[in-house]
């Protein structure tokens, strides 16, 4: 396929964005190869600036949830443009959303809205720190909860104390707060409750982890954490803004009947405009300023058109089979990969919960970050590219989740299994 057109554009990026995107990994470095820029989106497809059509299983990293420009979106964004685009005051939109949200999230009781899932983990933090009066947070190695500095930090030498930061910028000081433990392993955060008794605020944790491929928890562990965080007087964050309104009406909280006391929103929650949003017990929220000595602000907070956006987008979720129909698609590619997979003799492990997925190219089983970083990282870069030749646009990294949309239809997924069949055998000519 001709990427000219995106050649172009991405050599004028560079000359005035850092690396010619704004945010990394779209710049494609984890498969190599130009990154495509997109022109326009309509339904289950994208289209590049050479005029290519692809199968998108990105959805904006997950918010497309009901496919590129839906018309119950555009319309709706199309009529609160009309009548102004911010006003730094508050609107019925914002209560309206607020109360679609309370109604579908099990453990939602008071919600505020930011303009982005960092926006959002980062307040519950400071929210979790400020109701216990604590300092201390524990999060998961390959778990990701956006770029604030309390989250880029991994386990240090001192595993058991402190942090180490994972990127300069961020203070050996405030690392020193963040505790990790791994993924599934439950001993892991019984330890460091051990070692850092009363001092340990919240624990945070994707309850599908997205973002080292997609990690399910194994049976036991959510529940795991709840047990612990109430025994230790921590507060239990799920951080569903991958998962929330995804994996189910209610998130995975609902799938998994685990309740937390803050949870953390964003991507489908504003329906393809900047929303992020964190709610949960009425007790912990009212902590908030102005009611609350928490401070946490934001000038586009409530933004009328991402409320629009985002109360058309949970309508079209809220009522009807939106989440059987994608579990029907999900299961469907699902089988169809494996199939493919299979005949190939190719050695992989494939993860589903609901319309997420990922392919692992790695014959061993995967539960946490050691494991998902076995994977042929080169083979998946290969995969991709053929792929993306054949008009199928995965995820440009190993270590994110594809999306199926209610704009997929089965056409769509049987010609991206055809595609990832033709793909392996152009990929076992060249060996
Ligand atoms: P944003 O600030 O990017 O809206 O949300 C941060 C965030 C928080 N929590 C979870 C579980 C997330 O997955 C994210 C962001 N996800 C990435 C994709 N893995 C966004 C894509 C990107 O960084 O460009």
């Known amino acids: ?231 230790h007087g921590a507060l239990l964050i799920f951080d569903e803004v991958i998962t929330g309104f995804r994996a189910a009406r209610g998130g995975a909280q609902e799938r998994e009947g685990v309740l937390p006391d803050l949870t953390t929103l964003g991507k489908v929650i504003g329906g393809g405009l900047p929303v992020g949003a964190f709610g949960g017990r009425a007790e912990i929220m009212e902590h908030l300023s102005p009611l609350g000595p928490v401070y946490q602000a934001g000038t586009l907070s409530g933004n009328p058109l991402a409320m629009a956006a985002g109360i058309a987008t949970l309508r079209l979720l809220r009522d009807g089979g939106a989440y059987a129909r994608l579990e029907a698609l999900g299961a469907r590619l699902e089988r169809g990969l494996r199939d493919v997979f299979s005949r190939h003799a190719v050695a992989a492990q494939h993860h589903r919960r609901g319309s997420m997925l990922c392919t692992f190219f790695t014959d061993r089983p995967v539960r946490d970050l050691e494991s998902a970083k076995r994977s042929d990282t080169a083979r998946y870069a290969a995969y991709f590219h053929a792929l993306l030749e054949r008009g199928v646009w995965l995820a440009p990294a190993q270590f994110e989740t594809a999306f199926i949309s209610l704009a997929h239809t089965e056409a769509e997924l049987d010609a991206t299994v055809a595609a990832a069949d033709d793909a392996l055998c152009a990929l076992e000519a060249r060996t």
């Open 1 to 231: 396929m001709k990427a000219d057109r995106s050649s172009e554009l991405f050599e004028r990026s560079k000359r005035v964005i850092p690396g010619g995107v704004n945010s990394p990994v779209r710049a494609f470095r984890a498969v190599g190869g130009t990154p495509r820029f997109v022109a326009r989106g309509e339904g289950a497809f994208i289209y590049d600036a050479d005029g290519n059509r692809y199968v998108d299983y990105v959805c904006s990293w997950g918010p497309l949830i009901a496919g590129h420009a839906h018309p119950d979106v555009r319309r709706a964004v199309e009529l609160a443009l009309a009548r102004g685009s911010s006003f730094g005051a508050p609107t019925a939109a914002e209560a309206e959303l607020a109360e679609l949200v309370v109604e579908m999230v099990p453990s939602v009781e008071l919600v505020r809205f930011v303009s982005s899932g960092t926006e959002a983990t980062m307040s519950a933090l400071r929210l979790a720190r400020g109701f216990t009066g604590r300092d201390k947070v524990v999060k998961f190695s390959g778990c990701y909860h956006g770029h604030a500095d309390a989250f880029l930090v991994s386990a240090g030498s001192g595993a058991l104390t402190f942090g180490t930061p994972d990127s300069p910028g961020v203070t050996a000081g405030t690392a020193g707060d963040t505790l990790t433990a791994n993924y599934n392993d439950l001993e892991s955060v019984r330890a460091l409750f051990a070692r850092n008794p009363e001092r340990i605020a919240c624990v945070i944790v994707e309850p599908y982890a997205g973002n080292m491929g997609l990690v399910p928890p194994e049976a036991g562990f959510l529940q795991g954490l709840r047990a612990l965080t109430r025994e």
